[in-house]
């Protein structure tokens, strides 16, 4: 089993809307974070995502309805990524965290955030006024996931209640707890309270990641240890001080912005970022100088390819294009050929989706695999279909003669599910499967052909539609259906 993540004695990049994107994330665990944080993200809009493997891009994507990728994630981070949601409800808490817990090495919960989007959903800074329900989703979570559950606060006006509702949190199960030195009313021109998260760190036994030094405290990676004892806390979170330069983490030293620009823009090229959001991020990084001529090259940039220009890593997107490019035919290539079998476990498994029309004729694959068992005298195929929550659908998973099969993709009906898990048992087994244009086997027209020429035996009198009703009666397996959230 992976060790759990480690909160103590690190540091870590604070969660940042529109800056905690994959590029950044990575730029920071390039130049020494320990940690990093996503940007917050909603329970209503991730509950609605697919969670796809992006073979091109190697990456992980949740992917709303309007295809719009959510987050994307990758192996390099998998172990460091705290996945922070924006959340008040604990069952739609769970729903979310069940389904990016294996791709992610913890889940937060944003108690902090002052933003009217986030404030106005009971989100964020809102729940620090009810810790009933932030006891609910945080209990919820610790219970229902398998990775550590975290949450960031700010502090309350007195320390006596602030240190009353971390003590609650404590309580909860909950691994760490990060702390924004500020009020929710307060802002970054404000100075942060040290003395209430020393407080804090003194109060419970859990680690105590303090934030909010950017302002005064925290310019450079030694800053960052001096910020550490000046709050007593396990752990140091840096949000903007990390925004402007990354290389804030790297004990050797800052790195000039230039240079670290464009390591990120290789970055967001390399995982296809969207090019606002890499605007976004280098305009960051720019600060002062956004009305530089490289700034107005950059806010006149409308494509990475654009923004490349400027950075004159034109090369570099032209190879990269290349080899993505290459990946999509090879792939595309795989996927025009029958895919070869993959074991999960003890399940072998095929990347098959149920196209109704790709079968036209009266026998379905599971007709197929049916009529093969019975005629070898096996015992008949066994279904177990389950149902993932957050989008309804199905996958299903076929037992023939010991062995386990099924598809890797998700169907939109329980039938056609146990159909796909048909097709990778058929096909593993080297038998037919009914698909149009497939060379004509017989296997399940023999009853009719011997029929025909008058030699049937006891068995072949019974006609396979029969057949094939007294094997639904007699196995009620087929028919369970489970809830599924991963």
Not at 34 to 50: F, G, H, N, P
Not at 89 to 114: F, Q, T
Not at 214 to 230: C, G, P, T, W
Request: aromatic share 6%; charged share 30%.
């Amino acid at each position: 089993m992976d060790s759990l993540l480690c909160f103590r004695n690190v540091n870590a990049l604070a969660p940042m809307v529109r800056v905690g994107t994959l590029p950044t994330r990575l730029l920071s665990l390039d130049y020494g974070a320990d940690i990093v944080y996503s940007e917050e993200l909603i329970d209503i809009k991730m509950a609605q995502c697919q969670r796809v493997v992006n073979e091109v891009l190697e990456t992980v994507d949740f992917v709303a309805p309007d295809e719009r990728v959510m987050f994307r994630t990758c192996e390099k981070e998998k172990d460091r990524v705290v996945f922070q949601m924006g959340t008040a409800d604990p069952d739609r808490a769970l729903i979310v965290a069940r389904l990016v817990e294996n791709d992610v090495a913890a889940i937060d919960v944003n108690m902090g955030c002052p933003k009217e989007y986030s404030t106005k959903g009971g989100m964020g800074a809102a729940l620090l006024s009810d810790p009933d329900k932030i006891e609910a989703i945080l209990r919820t979570l610790v219970k229902g996931v398998s990775k550590p559950v975290t949450c960031k606060i700010r502090i309350l006006p007195t320390l006596e209640d602030t240190l009353s509702l971390v003590k609650r949190i404590e309580n909860t199960g909950v691994a760490a707890i990060a702390v924004h030195g500020r009020l929710k009313d307060e802002r970054p021109r404000h100075p942060v309270h040290c003395d209430f998260i020393q407080a804090i760190a003194e109060a419970v036994s859990i680690p105590v990641i303090a934030n909010g030094g950017s302002l005064d405290r925290v310019k450079a990676h030694a800053d960052i240890e001096e910020f550490r004892k000046a709050t007593g806390a396990s752990s140091v979170m840096v949000a903007r001080a990390a925004m402007w330069n990354p290389s804030v983490f790297r004990s050797q030293g800052l790195l000039s912005v230039e240079e670290v620009m464009e390591e990120y823009l290789k970055y967001a090229i390399r995982y296809d970022n969207h090019a606002f959001n890499t605007k976004y991020c280098l305009c960051q990084m720019l600060r002062d100088k956004v009305e530089s001529p490289l700034g107005k090259q950059l806010k006149s940039a409308q494509t990475n390819k654009e923004i490349c220009e400027g950075y004159g890593l034109q090369e570099y997107y032209k190879k990269t294009q290349a080899e993505l490019q290459a990946r999509r035919e090879a792939i595309q290539t795989n996927h025009n050929h029958p895919n070869q079998p993959v074991l999960d476990g003890d399940v072998t498994t095929m990347h098959v989706k149920f196209e109704r029309r790709e079968y036209p004729g009266e026998f379905s694959p599971k007709m197929f695999l049916l009529e093969w068992s019975r005629k070898e005298n096996l015992e008949q195929p066994r279904y177990e279909t389950v149902q993932r929550s957050q989008d309804r659908a199905f996958q299903s998973m076929v037992t023939m003669t010991g062995k386990k099969y099924r598809s890797t993709l998700w169907e939109k009906s329980k039938k056609y599910a146990e159909q796909a898990s048909a097709i990778v048992c058929l096909r593993v087994l080297g038998l037919p499967e009914g698909r149009a244009g497939e060379e004509y086997s017989g296997l399940v027209g023999k009853r009719k052909r011997e029929k025909n020429n008058e030699m049937p035996d006891e068995e072949d009198t019974t006609t396979y539609f029969g057949a094939r009703k007294r094997h639904l009666s007699e196995n009620p397996e087929e028919q369970r259906v489970t809830n599924y959230s991963k």
